[in-house]
């Protein structure tokens, strides 16, 4: 990873920083999942 040219890591970062935000959606999802079923239970 270190070896890679910073032309070659600057463009992963994009993506990644693109796919952090979906991530953190896919987690918030499961967390209102999780409590909605909590609400459910109780």
């Known amino acids: 990873?270190?070896?890679i040219h910073p032309d070659f890591t600057r463009p992963p970062v994009e993506p990644r920083s693109l796919t952090a935000?979906?991530?953190l959606g896919s987690?918030?999802?499961?967390?209102t999942s999780?409590?909605?079923?909590?609400k459910e239970k109780v």
């Open 34 to 38: 999780k409590e909605s079923v909590l």
């Open 27 to 31: 987690k918030a999802r499961n967390k």
């Open 1 to 3: 990873m270190t070896c």
């Open 21 to 23: 935000p979906t991530n």
